[in-house]
């Protein structure tokens, strides 16, 4: 099984530019998150999703915006690039919810530097 | 907003030696998850604790989840070069994982 696939796996864009980060899984998982990862941090949730149409905020969700039109692909979008946005960023999925004690499946990350 | 903290933040040992990890937090999490990342790679599960005061082992690794379940602590026994890598704690409550800064480990042969 190819579980969270995400693409591309580097980018480098101008500030002000914008792109979309893209996530898809075939575990028919009904959650979808977005976190970035900040050089030797944590992981911070940007946004996450409960299922097809439905999304909501996570910790830092200011200039990034996602959709979730089917089960499989959870898109970030970056509409005006930021220095302040360059960072590693990862999709997870998960059958359930963190109140089922689910575990949170990971692709293996974007990485985005912003100039 | 729910808050984990993890100590220490970096940690070098030689190979054989024991340590222990531990992640905090003022507040009480349904669950706490322990994942292990690598360089490049996303976050793999290690281990779920839901009962207070719940043990769990794999192999050289000892998981606690406190009493009140605002805590949790991995324990290494002899650390080998393989178990190199960012170790995060993340706390259920909700829809939602929060996860700590993680500890940085390095095993030197």
């Known amino acids: 099984n190819a579980g969270v696939t995400q693409t591309p796996k580097f980018r480098i864009l101008k500030i002000g530019q914008s792109m979309t980060l893209q996530c898809t899984q075939d575990?028919?998982?009904?959650?979808m998150y977005w976190y970035r990862q900040d050089p030797g941090m944590g992981l911070k949730l940007i946004y996450y999703?409960?299922?097809?149409?439905?999304?909501d905020k996570g910790e830092v969700p200011n200039g990034y915006n996602v959709s979730r039109s089917t089960t499989e692909d959870f898109p970030l979008r970056l509409e005006l690039a930021a220095p302040s946005q360059t960072s590693v960023y990862f999709c997870?999925?998960?059958?359930?919810?963190?109140?089922?004690?689910?575990?949170?499946?990971f692709g293996d990350g974007t990485r985005l530097s912003i100039l | 907003t729910q808050l984990l903290e993890q100590s220490p933040q970096f940690l070098s040992i030689q190979e054989g030696e024991n340590l222990t990890v531990y992640c905090n937090s003022s507040?009480?999490?349904?669950?706490l998850q322990w994942y292990r990342q690598e360089p490049g790679e996303g976050p793999v599960l290690l281990v779920t604790?839901?009962?207070?005061?719940e043990v769990k082992k794999l192999k050289r690794l000892t998981f606690q989840f406190g009493d009140a379940r605002k805590d949790s602590s991995l324990h290494i026994t002899a650390a080998q070069p393989g178990d190199t890598g960012l170790y995060l704690c993340?706390?259920?409550?909700?829809?939602?994982?929060?996860f700590g800064g993680g500890t940085r480990l390095m095993v030197k042969p």
């Open positions: 997870a999925s998960s059958l359930t919810g963190a109140y089922s004690n689910q575990p949170q499946h």
């Open positions: 575990m028919n998982h009904n959650y």
């Open positions: 999703s409960v299922g097809a149409g439905i999304t």
């Open positions: 507040s009480v999490f349904s669950s």
């Open positions: 604790v839901v009962t207070g005061g």
């Open positions: 993340a706390g259920g409550a909700g829809n939602m994982l929060t």
